[in-house]
């Protein structure tokens, strides 16, 4: 019966393995939103890293030929600082993020890395030195382990700890039955936006990229996540060269400088205290939201006082 039984495993072991590495693919490349029309130059140079700095001269850029989505953006962020992009939505913010990470070459314009320009750098290196924390993570259905360890393949058990509790996502990990072999994903255990996002975090913070690109969720969050959050993201992004999209007064108010996107054009640009003076689109923006805020904080202490 062994005889029979042991190829028949062997089977089931590849045909798994085939699975897991088939599903793996497909969530890579969702991930990834991979566009095949970027291919690399014939003998494109590896990226090398030395600032880094980014720039991006009169950036022009669509995605269909009669609808320009940017118009001219230039912007400088100095090695290790941090730009925060803000602007009402569909102005072009999130096209900034992947036109940096080369899912799409600038129509018009260049950008540029410690001087080398994306189109003459190999695909793989410019990925291999930046990392992405997106709005909505895709998560494997692997352990949670394994969704932070592919930051960084081969890291130890030790380094992914870390990375977790620097993410502030380290303790939620420890109390779950199984730790860091817990399953998620379809098949395991759901998190909440707000987990994904930490995860994505410790991830990107196993890799140890030079260039950080954060794209914060827009949905509400309690005071306590958001704070959690805030630490996780402050942690990934020291001394990195970071590109934030932010919606949060509290990444704002500590960026070098501030973006604000209109229709395809830097309208204002500055650091917070100084765009507040100017009372002009992003005092408006600010003014809103602090507004919001108070009042759904309001809301929370008549809904706590009986
Ligand atoms: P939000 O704050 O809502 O995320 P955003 O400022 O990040 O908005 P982008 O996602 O950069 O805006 O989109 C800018 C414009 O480009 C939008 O009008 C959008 O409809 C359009 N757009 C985005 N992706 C594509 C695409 N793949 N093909 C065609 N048009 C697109």
Redesign the pocket.
Known sequence: LMQIYRPLNFIGFVYRELRQGLTDIEEMFKLLDQSPEIEDKPGARPLEVTGPVIRFNDVKFN??PDRE?LKGVSFEVPAGKTVAIV?P???????ISRLLYRFYDVTDGSITIDGQDLRDVSQNSLRAAIGMVPQDTVLFNDTIGYNVEYGRPGASQSEIHDAAKMAQVGDFIETLPKGYDTPVGERGLKLSGGEKQRVAIARTILKGPAILILDEATSALDTKTERDIQSALDAVSANRTTVV?AHRLSTVINADEILV?REGHIAERGRHDDLLKRDGLYAQMWNRQREATEAEERLLRTANDP
Request: net charge neutral.
């Open positions: 995605y269909d989505i602007g939505t569909g102005a072009g913010k999130s096209t999209i996107l």
